[in-house]
C-alpha cells in the first residue's frame, strides 16, 4: 500500500502532519509524533507582532540611555546589532532538524510586507524545509473593503514569494468572499500551496461578569465540512498543494479530507486532547479503509469525491440548500 504524497513539492510518506500549535514546542513532544508516525511537522508560528513590541520597548531603553549616559553608550552596541530575531524560534527549527528525520514546515504571522520578508528570510536560512504564511486578518473597519483584504494577502505572498525559495503555503480563513478567486491569485504569484482553514477564535460574552473574552475551543467534526466544501471546490479549479486544517479527528475524517481533495492532512485538537500517540491510530485507520474498499494508493483517493468527481456536484455548490431545507423532519 502505497500512503505517500506530494505536498509543497515535498515528498511525504504519508499525508498526515500535526499542525501549527504548541505541540512543535517540546522536543519529546515532536518526538513522539515522528515515532506516531507524523510526516511532518508544522511549527507554531512566529508572530512577528510580539517581537516589534519587544522592539520598541528595547528602543525606548535605548533611547533613555542614550540621554543619561551619553558617552557610556560607545560601549554598548547600536541598536541595530542588538539580536532582537526571534532567536529561540529559529534555534528550535535547527533542533527539530537535527533530532528528527521530518520535514519542517515553519509558520509565520507578520505585520508589515517588511516583517513577513525578513522574517521569512530568517526562516529559512535557520534550515525550515517549507513555510506557511498565517494570514490572520479579519476586515473590522468598515473603511476597508473585502477586495483589499484578499489584495493584502496577494501582496504579502508575492512579496515573500519572491525573497525566499522554500515552498510557500498560505493557510487562509473561510471567511473570504470568494476563497477560489483569491486561490487562483495566490496561484499566479507561484505560491506552493493552500492550508484550509485557519481557525478563528470568537469572543465569549459572560452574564455575570459582563466581561468579554476570547476563548479556546478545541475544534470538533463539525468544523470538517466547510473545508471539505472547499477542498472539493477548488481540487479542479488549482494545481496548488491543499492541506486541510480544522475538525479532523478520526481515521474517517482524514479519508474525508482525501477524497475531497487534500494532498496533506493537519491535526492539531485531536492530538492535543488524545496525545502524540493517536496520530498512529488516525493512520493504521487510513490503511484500514484503503484495504477495505480496496485502494492502493493515497493518489488515487485524492481528489475520487472533489466536485468534478462527485456524481452530485450541487452538494459542494450551494449544499443542495432547498433540498437540504426541506430534508428536515420534525
Ligand atoms: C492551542 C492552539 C495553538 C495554535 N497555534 C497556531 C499558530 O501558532 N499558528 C497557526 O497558524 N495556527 C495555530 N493554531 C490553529 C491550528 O493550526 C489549526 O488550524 C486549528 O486548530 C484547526 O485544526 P484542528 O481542528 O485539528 O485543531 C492553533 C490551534 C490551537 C488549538
Given at each position: 500500500m502505497?500512503?505517500?504524497?506530494?505536498y509543497?513539492?515535498?515528498?511525504?510518506?504519508?499525508?498526515?502532519?500535526?499542525?501549527?500549535?504548541?505541540?512543535?514546542?517540546?522536543?519529546?513532544?515532536?518526538?513522539?509524533?515522528?515515532?506516531?508516525?507524523?510526516?511532518?511537522?508544522?511549527?507554531h508560528?512566529?508572530?512577528?507582532?510580539?517581537?516589534?513590541?519587544?522592539?520598541?520597548?528595547?528602543?525606548?531603553?535605548?533611547?533613555?540611555?542614550?540621554?543619561?549616559?551619553a558617552?557610556?553608550m560607545?560601549?554598548?552596541?547600536?541598536?541595530?546589532?542588538?539580536?532582537?530575531?526571534?532567536?529561540?524560534?529559529?534555534?528550535?527549527?535547527?533542533?527539530?532538524?537535527?533530532?528528527?528525520?521530518?520535514?519542517?514546515?515553519?509558520?509565520?504571522?507578520?505585520?508589515?510586507?517588511?516583517?513577513?520578508?525578513?522574517?521569512?528570510?530568517?526562516?529559512?536560512?535557520?534550515?525550515?524545509d517549507?513555510?506557511?504564511?498565517?494570514?490572520?486578518?479579519?476586515?473590522?473597519?468598515?473603511?476597508?473593503?473585502?477586495?483589499?483584504?484578499?489584495?493584502?494577502?496577494?501582496?504579502?505572498?508575492h512579496?515573500?514569494?519572491?525573497?525566499v525559495?522554500?515552498?510557500?503555503?498560505?493557510?487562509?480563513?473561510?471567511?473570504?468572499?470568494?476563497?477560489?478567486?483569491?486561490?487562483?491569485?495566490?496561484?499566479?504569484?507561484?505560491?506552493?500551496?493552500?492550508?484550509?482553514?485557519?481557525?478563528?477564535?470568537?469572543?465569549?460574552?459572560?452574564?455575570?461578569?459582563?466581561?468579554?473574552?476570547?476563548?479556546?475551543?478545541?475544534?470538533?467534526?463539525?468544523?470538517?465540512?466547510?473545508?471539505?466544501?472547499?477542498?472539493?471546490?477548488?481540487?479542479?479549479q488549482?494545481?496548488?498543494?491543499?492541506?486541510?486544517?480544522?475538525?479532523?479527528?478520526?481515521?474517517?475524517?482524514?479519508?474525508?479530507?482525501?477524497?475531497a481533495?487534500?494532498?496533506?492532512?493537519?491535526?492539531?485538537?485531536?492530538?492535543?486532547?488524545?496525545?502524540?500517540?493517536?496520530?498512529?491510530?488516525?493512520?493504521?485507520?487510513?490503511?484500514?479503509?484503503?484495504?477495505?474498499?480496496?485502494?492502493?494508493?493515497?493518489?488515487?483517493?485524492?481528489?475520487?469525491?472533489?466536485?468534478?468527481?462527485?456524481?452530485?456536484?450541487?452538494?459542494?455548490?450551494?449544499?443542495?440548500?432547498?433540498r437540504?431545507?426541506?430534508?428536515?423532519?420534525?
Amino acid at each position: 500500500m502505497n500512503l505517500t504524497t506530494n505536498y509543497l513539492g515535498l515528498k511525504l510518506k504519508n499525508p498526515l502532519m500535526p499542525g501549527a500549535s504548541p505541540l512543535s514546542d517540546n522536543l519529546d513532544t515532536v518526538r513522539r509524533l515522528q515515532d506516531a508516525g507524523a510526516s511532518a511537522i508544522v511549527l507554531h508560528s512566529l508572530f512577528a507582532e510580539q517581537i516589534e513590541r519587544r522592539e520598541a520597548m528595547v528602543a525606548r531603553h535605548l533611547a533613555r540611555w542614550n540621554d543619561s549616559f551619553a558617552e557610556a553608550m560607545t560601549l554598548f552596541p547600536e541598536q541595530d546589532d542588538y539580536s532582537l530575531v526571534p532567536s529561540e524560534y529559529l534555534e528550535r527549527i535547527a533542533k527539530i532538524k537535527a533530532a528528527t528525520q521530518m520535514p519542517v514546515i515553519a509558520s509565520l504571522n507578520g505585520t508589515q510586507i517588511g516583517s513577513w520578508v525578513a522574517y521569512a528570510q530568517y526562516i529559512e536560512e535557520a534550515g525550515a524545509d517549507a513555510l506557511e504564511l498565517n494570514t490572520y486578518f479579519l476586515a473590522t473597519l468598515r473603511n476597508i473593503s473585502g477586495a483589499e483584504i484578499e489584495e493584502r494577502v496577494v501582496e504579502i505572498a508575492h512579496a515573500v514569494r519572491a525573497s525566499v525559495k522554500i515552498p510557500i503555503a498560505v493557510k487562509l480563513s473561510p471567511f473570504y468572499s470568494s476563497v477560489a478567486h483569491l486561490a487562483g491569485s495566490l496561484e499566479e504569484k507561484k505560491i506552493d500551496g493552500l492550508v484550509l482553514f485557519n481557525r478563528f477564535f470568537q469572543p465569549e460574552i459572560d452574564v455575570e461578569t459582563l466581561e468579554v473574552t476570547p476563548r479556546l475551543d478545541l475544534s470538533n467534526q463539525e468544523d470538517l465540512r466547510v473545508r471539505l466544501r472547499w477542498l472539493g471546490m477548488l481540487r479542479d479549479q488549482v494545481k496548488l498543494s491543499l492541506g486541510c486544517s480544522g475538525g479532523v479527528h478520526t481515521p474517517e475524517d482524514v479519508v474525508r479530507a482525501l477524497l475531497a481533495g487534500a494532498d496533506a492532512v493537519q491535526v492539531v485538537s485531536a492530538l492535543l486532547k488524545q496525545g502524540p500517540e493517536f496520530l498512529a491510530n488516525l493512520l493504521a485507520g487510513l490503511s484500514t479503509w484503503m484495504e477495505q474498499h480496496e485502494y492502493e494508493s493515497v493518489q488515487e483517493i485524492r481528489g475520487a469525491l472533489s466536485m468534478r468527481n462527485c456524481p452530485d456536484a450541487e452538494a459542494y455548490e450551494r449544499g443542495n440548500y432547498l433540498r437540504t431545507l426541506q430534508l428536515w423532519k420534525e
